[in-house]
């Protein structure tokens, strides 16, 4: 018995009863990602006992008691949108920019030293626009932010 929600806002659902009579597999497993309010993810649970013996509100029972012990252990992720790229300073406002950094949460994916300093970020979209202002004000203007893609990343839970 198969069910999904996909799409980053969940804008895809479907699910099937494969063979158990109707809603008493598929939408007790799918209303269980639903209420859990989880998007992008896929749940197939098989059965090897019960059938006429459980009846209809048992099937119902099993099929969303195994989609919710799994849901549990799993220990759904977080993603959150943002932005690579790279900042590009001298090494007087190194200290300063990494502290604010660190500081926000921002993560820094690589660092390089050479005439000045590199780092390849990636940052949250709610903070994508402070990056820039936040660095010129700490290096003296002499700072500057190349964008790059958006993307997707897992968050550890607050």
């Known amino acids: ?9 969940g804008e895809w ?9 109707s809603g ?13 309010g989880l998007v992008q993810v896929a749940v197939l ?22 989609c919710a012990a799994a ?11 943002g932005r690579r790229g790279r900042l590009e300073l001298p090494y007087a406002a190194y200290g300063p920019v990494r ?11 690589d660092e ?3 005439t000045g300093v590199s780092l390849d970020l990636w940052v949250p979209e709610d903070l994508e626009a402070q990056v820039p202002a936040q660095a010129r004000e700490r290096s ?7 964008p790059g893609p958006w993307e997707y990343r897992a968050v550890e839970p607050a």
């Open 45 to 66: 649970v098989t059965r090897y006992f019960g059938g006429v013996k459980l009846g209809a509100a048992g099937l119902v029972r099993a099929y969303a008691g195994a």
């Open 112 to 114: 390089s030293f050479g």
């Open 24 to 36: 008493t597999a598929g939408r007790p497993v799918l209303d269980v990602l639903e209420r859990a």
């Open 71 to 81: 849901v549990q252990a799993a220990g759904p992720v977080t993603y959150r949108r």
């Open 99 to 109: 502290a604010w950094l660190e500081e926000q949460a921002i993560a820094i994916l």
């Open 1 to 9: 018995m198969p069910a999904f929600i996909a799409g980053f806002r």
């Open 13 to 21: 659902r479907w699910c099937s009863d494969a063979g158990e009579p």
């Open 140 to 146: 003296a203007g002499q700072a500057s932010w190349q």
